[in-house]
């Protein structure tokens, strides 16, 4: 009897040590171009935080992130109604775990909306405004039922509730963090950020803000495990520090290779490139306030004079995607690469110049030295391709955002998608009160008003995408952006990884969940 | 030497308070942090918002009171990136920064004072003229090109030695040859001239003539006198190596105070970059302090002078 048990003791062991062998191999390096200041889901809009937070935090209503088109899919929420075009009602699953193993509730799913909709901390109001300007009311009807309400008809509440800014976030670890533990103050936000704890398949057991990140798997986790016991991610600022540690397998992957530099890596029989077009537009702007340029012949012409094909070409090895319109494939039924709104025309353009009474006047082209990846490169280009058609410009290279300057004439900008909705891409930058009219170089017409109030809150799909249609005719009228490219974002791998950046993301998101990444054992 | 001593001190504070106030305007002359630490599509409103969030809002005069009142009662404030408070910040990666330096500063003693003396007994010989010619190599290199170069040679092509970080002591031999190779030169060819000078010297001879052997001389009563100046040197070379661990730091992924004095300035991180540059100004002027204290001790000619 006794021998039995050592042995089966003996056994377990061995058993567990073999498995804790194979868990500690299951490890995932990363090497990343830039690491977060500070991860708080909910404040962040920004390239850098968002390679991070998909793994670790979760939204009411998740999305399959295969598909370009939105499939929405139970997330913290197992199903939902909207009970009114102004009302929406979800379930709430019951046995999730946090990270710091407190129980998630409907608590923090109401908390987690009501430090942004009713916002006593800055960077919150600010996520209010661009992204949930529209919810009014969160609270729990039960335990398991939230009841979410909106000023005006919401067409967009399952976009909404599956945006990064709404993943859900503990309460009382919050509250707890700083001063009183019953009052959410802005030193407990602000503290957060330091040490994050969501509800998603990845605890963040270590991150130093700027320099690594450590996740590690959450045990508790409500769905599918995480493939990797630990996912270590590092910065590597320069680029030949990051093919380096690639082809020296100090890393598994790394971000951010340029097209030019994909050579070293796709030679390599061990590596691989995978890659896919961002959703996200590198932009010309036009300031239509500034009276010089008040004429819109005068920027249609300035359109129609750039030769974005070439670009891509030259830029990006004609990997990048040349856009007919302000719209993304991500956009789902109100993709609408049919409308012609940008096109290269120079013949038109030449026409355009002369109708305008074009005088010779320098056109400014401010652009920042190193922001875009090829950024400065391409406005060269753009000043090479105005010449053709007998335009002037000065290029002007600048660190300082000159967005708001009246004297600003044209820029280099990018329309990022922020969630997929033209109301989540083109709306942020360009609705009647968006970016651009409130800093006052794009002043929105009573029609243009009408058309938006029409696509944003009409819950007719096919009114909306009417209306879309007409502000894009609108824009083709009277221009004050021309999108040049979606860039080729490239990351490196070893060829036993099996991962890819996934089109139904949004822009640079680091997907390490279960089924999205598997490492071949050597 | 306590007149001296003074003396030197208040010259130090004057010199401080001109480095710090000289960056505080210089950044602020740049441009709005917010351009760099928000991403595109921020509202006129909010970016009121955020500006107020960082104290941004207030006037240049405000600020920099505001800036020496909490920097006398010992608050260096919040990085406008991390949140957090700057003296974290530095402490969490000055460790990193004073290791590659202190490995810089050995390798650099143990390499260069040799090749100096080797260089000098072998003067006008093939042996010597070849020392001082890898000398000049070194001394020609950029760091940075040198910094590459040995990451293409070690880790890219042999996959010898890691690349990125500072996880084990493998990780210090690049970075650490990196920043060395000008220091190793430029002592190297200091320490054969101060060589050179002491062995014509008439004690020189008398140790000789003495029947010392030449071990003895050499060590003894040669190194020693020449190694006044090259202390010298070694002392007032401390900017140039802070200057080049920034750069090599960059390349090497290498989370020091280089690497956050460089993001600092991209992004306009006015508290981190202020306070960073009063303590690699207060390092450097301290550093001329004590040298300028060795040399009033050794010699009482720069004590009178002084005062």
Redesign the interface.
């Known amino acids: 009897m006794l021998k039995t048990l050592l042995k089966t003791a003996l056994a377990t062991a061995l058993a567990s040590t073999a498995l804790t062998g194979l868990a500690a191999a299951q490890e995932l390096k990363v ?1 990343v171009q830039n690491m977060a ?2 991860l708080d889901p909910g404040r962040d ?3 850098v935080g968002s390679q991070f937070y998909f793994n670790a935090f979760d939204p009411l209503i998740g999305k399959d992130p295969s598909k370009a088109e939105s499939v929405w899919q139970p997330g913290i929420a197992t199903s939902w109604t909207q009970v009114s075009p102004t009302t929406i009602e979800l379930k709430i699953r019951q046995g999730v775990t946090f990270h710091n193993g407190d129980p998630m509730t409907a608590e923090d799913v109401v908390f987690s909306f009501d430090r942004i909709i009713n916002s006593t901390f ?2 919150y ?2 996520r209010k ?2 992204t949930l300007p529209n919810m009014a009311k969160i609270e729990a009807v039960d335990a398991e039922t939230i009841r979410i309400t909106a000023t005006k008809p919401e067409p967009l509440f399952e976009t909404l509730l599956n945006v990064q800014q709404g993943m859900i976030v503990p309460k009382k670890y919050i509250m707890a963090l700083t001063g009183d533990p019953n009052v959410a103050e802005p030193s407990d936000f ?1 503290a957060f ?2 040490k994050p704890v969501g509800t998603g398949p990845y605890k963040i057991s270590e991150f ?5 990140l450590v996740y590690e798997r959450h045990d508790g986790f409500w769905g599918e495990k995480a493939p990797f016991q630990k996912v270590t991610v ?5 680029l ?6 690639l ?5 598994d992957l790394v971000t951010n290779i340029p097209p030019d530099q994909l050579d070293p890596i796709a030679s390599d029989a061990k590596l691989k490139v995978e890659g896919m077009q961002t959703p996200l537009f590198h932009v010309v702007i036009f300031n239509t306030q500034n009276p010089k340029m008040a004429n819109p012949k005068l920027r249609q012409a300035l359109s129609y004079a750039i030769d974005r094909k070439t670009l891509n070409e030259a830029l990006w090895y004609g990997k990048a995607k040349v856009p007919t319109s302000h719209t993304f494939a991500q956009f789902g039924p109100l993709y609408m690469p049919e409308l012609a709104t940008f096109e290269y025309d120079p013949a038109k353009a030449r026409a355009l110049l002369k109708e305008a009474g074009y005088d010779g006047m320098p056109i400014r082209y401010d652009i920042q030295a190193a922001y875009y990846t090829n950024g400065l490169l391409a406005a060269q280009a753009i000043q090479e391709m105005w010449g053709a058609v007998g335009v002037k410009t000065q290029l002007n290279v600048t ?3 000159t967005g ?1 300057d009246p004297t600003m004439m044209a820029r280099g ?4 998608m ?1 969630f997929p909705d033209p109301a989540g891409a083109f709306g ?2 360009w609705a009647p ?3 651009s009219a ?3 170089r794009f002043k929105a017409d009573d029609a243009y008003i009408a058309l938006w109030e029409k696509f944003r809150f009409s819950t007719d799909l096919a009114e909306r995408k009417q209306a879309y249609a007409g502000l894009m005719q609108a824009i083709k009228n009277d221009p004050p952006v021309l999108p040049l490219y979606q860039p080729y974002e490239s990351y490196g791998m070893k060829r036993s990884l099996a991962w890819r950046p996934l089109p139904g993301h949004i822009p640079y998101v680091l997907d390490f969940r279960a089924g999205r990444i598997t490492l071949a054992a050597r | 030497m306590l007149e001296f001593l003074g003396g030197r001190m208040l010259r130090m504070a004057i010199t401080l308070w001109a480095i710090v106030s000289v960056v505080f305007i210089a950044t602020r002359l740049t441009g709005n942090p917010i351009d760099f630490l928000m991403p595109d599509g921020l509202d006129a409103a909010s970016r009121r918002e955020m500006i107020a969030y960082w104290g941004l809002d207030r006037s240049l005069l405000e600020q920099y009171g505001r800036f020496w009142r909490s920097l006398l009662s010992g608050d260096f404030g919040l990085g406008l990136m991390e949140r957090r408070p700057v003296a974290t910040i530095f402490t969490e990666r000055l460790w990193q920064s004073a290791s590659l330096l202190l490995a810089t500063l050995a390798l650099t003693i143990a390499v260069g004072v040799p090749t100096g003396i080797l260089a000098a007994l072998w003067r006008g010989q093939a042996r010597g003229s070849g020392l001082l010619f890898i000398a000049f190599l070194g001394y020609a290199i950029p760091n940075f090109v040198l910094a590459i170069l040995l990451l293409l040679v070690f880790s890219y092509t042999l996959h010898w030695l890691p690349s990125a970080g500072s996880a084990s002591l493998a990780h210090y031999l690049m970075p650490t040859v990196a920043l060395s190779a000008y220091f190793v030169a430029a002592l190297a060819r200091y320490t054969r001239n101060a060589m050179l000078d002491v062995l014509c010297e008439d004690y020189m001879r008398t140790a000789r003539a003495k029947g010392l052997p030449e071990r003895e001389i050499i060590l003894r009563h040669g190194l020693r006198n020449a190694l006044i100046p090259v202390i010298t040197v070694l002392g007032l070379q401390m900017t140039t190596l802070v200057s080049g661990a920034v750069v090599v730091e960059t390349v090497f992924a290498w989370n020091g105070i280089g690497d956050l004095l460089v993001g600092a300035t991209l992004r306009r991180d006015y508290p981190v970059l202020q306070f960073g540059v009063l303590v690699v100004a207060s390092a450097v002027i301290l550093v001329n302090l004590l040298i300028d204290m060795a040399y009033a001790l050794v010699d009482p000619r720069v004590r009178l002078a002084g005062s």
């Open positions: 090497g200041p500070w809009f920004s390239n800055p960077p109001t600010v405004r661009d602000e950020a330091l130093i803000p700027n320099q690594r590092q910065r590597i600022p320069e030949s520090g990051r093919l380096t540690a082809k020296n397998a100090e890393v660190e300082q955002w708001s900008w990018s329309n990022p922020y942020i930058m009160t968006g970016n409130s800093e006052g």
